[in-house]
Structures are given as C-alpha cells and as structure tokens.
C-alpha cells in the first residue's frame, strides 16, 4: 500500500504564500512505488467535488495545471525524498479548502477518479 502525508496547510492572507509538501512511502500493488508515480494536488470544499489543481509526471517531464492556478502555482517533486510540492503564490480567497495528494498508478491523470491513491488532505485557508 502506498501512503501520502500532506503538510504545509494553514491561514495565510489574500496575495500571501504557502507550500505543501507530500510525503509518500509504500508501494503499489503492481510493485510500482511513489517515485515511478504521477502525483497530483486536488483541494476540495464542503458540498463540492474535488477539484483538480495540479500534477506532474513522475519524472517531473510533463506538468499539467488547471487554469485557475496557471502562473501561480508550481508542483515539483523530489524522488530522492518521496515528496511532491505544491508552491502556491498570490493567494486568493477562492484558493481556500483541503489540499490533498494523490498517486496515480497510470499516466499523467488530471480527474481524480485516475487517482489510486489519497491522502488525509491539509487545510489552506486564504483571507480575504
């Protein structure tokens, strides 16, 4: 089994920033590990379904983002450490909800239903 443990949430103000950071140990059941995985970032608030934010191949080749946060986030990952990073900037009031990571056991997914694998999530909060 694969475990994700994210961290970095918090209270920040609007245009503010803040970083996540994904901790993933573990294994798949086909033997694939963390570090050969796509990992994304999804956030979610209550009554909606999670959203995708962003995510990045496992070799940091490919990154994909959604357009409410093109050009100012960044998702990076260090394979070394089994971490994934989400740097957000220029904070805003609508980046507010729980943050979670997730594995991917095939492709560079952008819909959470592609993901396998979930954290507990880590709440951001941005004020207004």
């Known amino acids: 089994q694969v475990q994700l443990v994210e961290s970095g949430g918090g209270l920040v103000q609007a245009g503010g920033s803040l970083r996540l950071s994904c901790s993933a140990s573990?294994?798949?059941?086909?033997?694939?590990?963390?570090?050969?995985?796509?990992m994304g970032w999804f956030r979610q608030t209550p009554g909606k379904e999670r959203q995708f934010v962003a995510t990045i191949g496992w070799n940091s080749g490919v990154r994909y983002y959604s357009d409410s946060v093109k050009g100012r986030f960044n998702i990076s990952r260090d394979n070394a450490k089994n971490t994934v990073y989400l740097q957000m900037s220029s904070l805003k009031p609508e980046d507010t909800g729980v943050y979670y990571c997730?594995?991917?056991?095939?492709?560079?997914?952008?819909?959470?239903?592609?993901?396998?694998?979930w954290g507990q999530g880590t709440q951001v909060s941005v004020s207004s």
């Open positions: 997730a594995a991917a056991n095939f492709g560079v997914p952008q819909v959470s239903t592609d993901y396998t694998y």
């Open positions: 573990g294994r798949a059941a086909s033997g694939r590990t963390p570090s050969r995985s796509a």
